[in-house]
């Protein structure tokens, strides 16, 4: 069975950092894209981040662009997101998932088929 399992939310002042984790079990870890996304109160899912299997390509929102760094270690099972200058705006649970249509697009909620449970992300303002 797949695990995908965050860490790393809490409550941060706005234009602070956090470091979101998200540790794989129960498959090629290698073998996937990964990806973040959020969800806010009220509103729909929607893609924050991406990287490939190598972690040679990423991708990003435009609301995030610049402020937010995906990375992944396939020795450690792990693909992270740091997250800097963080603005009110930005809260919402974090969710990673694995991308396992390969045909699909990296931004697209569809390409991912193995999703974890969440973390909390809060910034004040």
């Known amino acids: 069975q797949v695990y995908l399992v965050e860490s790393g939310g809490g409550l941060v002042q706005a234009g602070g950092s956090l470091r979101l984790s998200c540790a794989a079990s129960?498959?090629?870890?290698?073998?996937?894209?990964m990806g973040w996304f959020r969800q806010a109160p009220g509103k729909e899912r929607e893609f924050v981040a991406a990287?490939?299997?190598?972690?040679?390509?990423?991708a990003y929102a435009e609301s995030v662009k610049g402020r937010f760094t995906i990375s992944r270690d396939n020795a450690k099972n792990t693909v992270y997101l740091q997250m800097n200058s963080l603005k009110p705006e930005d809260t919402a649970t974090y969710y990673c998932?694995?991308?396992?249509?390969?045909?699909?697009?990296?931004?697209?909620?569809?390409?991912?088929?193995?999703w974890g449970q969440g973390t909390q992300v809060t910034v004040s303002s």
């Open positions: 129960g498959l090629t870890f290698s073998g996937y894209g």
């Open positions: 990287i490939s299997r190598s972690g040679g390509s990423t």
């Open positions: 998932a694995a991308k396992t249509f390969d045909a699909g697009s990296m931004y697209a909620i569809t390409s991912y088929g193995y």
